[in-house]
């Protein structure tokens, strides 16, 4: 048999010989190889376009999820906005400020506040970034609409009226005004709104006029502050537990308004809002009243650190400045219990300390 270079003779079982191309062999081995490569390239690709298809949607799954995310915050901030710029003043028909706080929120079942709502007043403290300006321009924009008619505005360093915005409506005059970082809400007729309640200030005027066209007393010559006041007014000087230290009252002849200069405690031992609380809370013992802290805000007197604070009881105000003696490093409380009293001003203008003081 001719030999031929592309053939290869096997021996099988049966002795048969069979004749096997050896370039078909070679050929066929590397088809399977290339098939098994290919497979493999292939599986590879799919698996990369599935991760890159994971990816763009992973991403396309963040962006929306942000952007709901964000509209769900302004709905939220717009709905919250909503509620603050409807909900009314306590005691009301008209919208509080926005994040505004009612005063009394945690107390209105107490009689003293409902009686305070039903004489026609409500108070909110303000939010830390408002001032008493943001709050007019407010009800500029809030009131017209609901039939509110402005009147009359009085600035604060007006003289011969209160200071505050006036609005009516039909028969009935509304006040909004400040205190400290607060706004109030006062009714009053349309008469007091239309005049800004030049009645009341004219009632002040003439007692101060009384203060400084009488005749002057003083005060012991041991006691640790100085004061001329009027022959008017009549000093009463009572124990008050702290060392040998007395108090003052001042009362004016026929008048029942009471002002008290008392020492609270030594500089220390307290805040000044915590022996203001503990002033209030001792007087109502004593007195059997109800008076609370409205608010108090930092403040000077005589160079010196202060704190001055707004009380109340129903419809009746007053203030309370705590202050402190350096004669005797104790510090007391200058308190009045009457709106605008006349003889609390002047104490706060003309008290003066003594250089030093033996107990």
Known sequence: MPKHPNNVIFKVRKGRIKKVNRIGVVLKTKSKQQKRVLQQIQRQFVGTVLLFAIFLLSIALLVLLGLWTYRYIVALRSEKEAVLSTEQVYGFDIPAYPGSEFIFSNDTDDETVKHFISLGNSVYRLPKDAEIADVFSFYVEQLPPKEWQHVLSVSITSEDRLFGEYWVKGDKGLRIYSRLNDVWYQTVTVKQAQTGLEDEVKKEIARKLLLLTTEKADLLPDFPWRLNFPTEYTAKYYATGIKSFQGVSFQRLGDNSIIYL??????????????????????????????????????????????????????????????????????????????????????????????????
């Open 262 to 359: 008392e020492p609270v405690g030594y500089n220390g031992g307290n805040t000044y809002d915590g022996y203001i609380d503990n002033f209030i809370a001792s007087f109502n013992k004593k007195h059997k009243s109800k008076w609370q802290v409205v608010n108090s805000v930092e403040t000077e007197f005589r160079g010196e650190y202060a704190v001055r604070a707004t009380v109340n009881k129903g419809s009746d105000f007053g203030s309370i400045v705590a202050v402190k003696n350096n004669s005797n490093t104790l510090i007391y409380v200058i308190a009045a219990f009457e709106e605008n009293e006349p003889f609390f001003n002047y104490m706060l203008q003309n008290l003066t300390q003594v250089e030093t003081v033996q107990p």
